[in-house]
């Protein structure tokens, strides 16, 4: 790829999220999308619709098996934004057939699938961006230059929200499976275990099945502010070494003391009891021995004295916390530089392991102590035996 180069994107998976993904990257002046992978025929014509719209033009291809984009040589990077269950297997096959990533969160449905995911990254020195946005934003950014710097002193507390876990194992009323030309049901489930085909399951509502989401949920926003206060803590090549459940919090010990409690929001786009409410979603808050910060999706941030109000210089302008603009540039630049993303491989798997750890405790509602080296429980064979899962053939990768 030559500087004057335009990228050239590929799509895997475009439902709503990613349609709010994809509209940002396509305003990159060098990105241009040219395909989309997606197994509904409805959704393949969305993003088809979207992009030709975009580009003036009907040049947009559209497949229902996303192993021939990969096949592709003239295609550069794919964004990848199917249910969980896809997220890793589509990703290392992207990378092991020579394709850049950004891969929408959780990208790994088990600890297994996040160390498997880095280690194939690493060996094939292809470029992986975490859509964990958060990262990019800047106060969140701000926030943590706060606790990173000793403005507020000696940080011993951060709080990530995160909603209620949940976990379902049933399966819903088996329904007429469509003609794989409208839903490919076979590939929609991938590595996930086979079971009747319901209408719910492809429109989106899959989230807190056992078989399809991460974490028992607790990923869908852990992933972000617990992220967020990896990052703060200085934890990036690190995870927390306990995780004790609690009615309505998880409890994260470091090994350097601090502690980061996952607060459980009965009403997440609601009120968020114990939170700053016009800070918005996604609020995290560290404190220290000298002051502490709380910010969120509004872009706005709030800290517990004057002093510290001096300390943080006037943000050019407010940030909503989903916008990917300044995220998805920076995978784009790292594409050319060869350099690691703000949300890397790396980064990823220690803080998605951190989430998927506390995920577990809060399972089997017990204390669980994790090596922060081998990523494996200690003393306790039936977590490490939730560390995966079995793939579906011929998805076991």
């Known amino acids: 790829m030559t500087p004057g180069d335009k990228i050239s994107l590929g799509v895997i998976g475009i439902g709503s999220r990613c349609r709010y993904v994809l509209k940002s990257m396509l305003n990159q002046p060098d990105i241009q999308c040219v395909a989309i992978a997606d197994v509904q025929a409805s959704r393949r014509d969305q993003g088809k619709a979207m992009v030709d719209e975009f580009y003036g033009n009907q040049d947009c ?15 550069d990077a794919m964004l990848i934004a199917t249910g969980d269950r896809w997220h890793a297997p589509a990703s290392m096959m992207a990378a092991e057939a020579g394709k850049d990533v950004y891969s929408e969160k959780p990208c790994g449905l088990t ?9 194939t990254f690493k060996r094939t020195g292809r470029v992986f961006q975490a859509g964990t946005q958060r990262r ?4 969140f950014q701000r926030a943590v230059d706060l606790a990173q710097s ?47 085909y319901h209408s719910d399951y492809v429109a989106g ?16 926003w852990a992933a972000h502010t617990l992220d967020i206060c990896q990052w703060a803590n200085g934890a990036d090549g690190t995870m927390p070494i306990e995780f004790e459940p609690g009615e309505m919090t998880i409890t994260c010990h470091y090994e350097n003391g601090v502690k ?32 502490w910060v709380e910010t969120g999706d509004s872009g706005e941030i709030e800290v517990s004295n004057e002093a510290l109000k001096t300390e943080i210089p006037e943000l050019a302008e407010k940030a909503n916390g989903l916008d990917v603009a300044a995220h998805s540039r920076d995978f784009f630049d790292a594409m050319r530089s060869r350099e690691q993303t703000a949300a890397s ?37 039936e977590a490490n035996g939730l560390r995966s899962r079995p793939a579906r053939d011929p998805w076991s990768i």
């Not at 291809?61 to 295609?75: G, H, K, P, Q, Y």
């Not at 297994?112 to 995911?117: E, V």
């Not at 990019?136 to 106060?139: D, H, L, T």
Request: glycine share 6%; charged share 25%.
């Open 150 to 196: 000793g403005r507020l002193g000696k940080v011993h507390t951060l709080y990530a929200s995160v909603y209620i876990p949940t976990v379902s194992t049933e399966w819903l009323p088996g329904e007429p499976t469509p003609s794989p030309d409208v839903v490919d049901w076979n590939l929609w489930l991938g590595p996930a275990p086979w079971r009747p």
């Open 61 to 75: 291809v559209t497949v229902r098996d996303f192993r021939e984009l990969l096949e592709r040589s003239d295609i």
């Open 205 to 220: 509502k899959w989230r807190g099945y056992w078989d399809f989401d991460s974490g028992c949920r607790l990923l869908d």
């Open 345 to 381: 491989s790396t980064i990823m798997r220690r803080s998605h392991i951190a989430c998927h750890a506390a995920a577990l405790s809060w399972l089997l509602k017990r204390k669980l102590k994790i090596d922060p080296v081998t990523e494996t429980f200690i003393d306790d064979r």
């Open 136 to 139: 990019s934003i800047p106060n």
């Open 260 to 291: 980061a409690i996952l607060d459980f929001l009965e009403t997440p786009f609601g009120e968020r009891k114990g939170w700053i409410q016009h800070l918005g979603t996604c609020p995290v808050r560290f404190v220290g021995d000298e002051g």
């Open 111 to 119: 600890i297994d699938y996040c160390q498997r995911l880095d280690e």
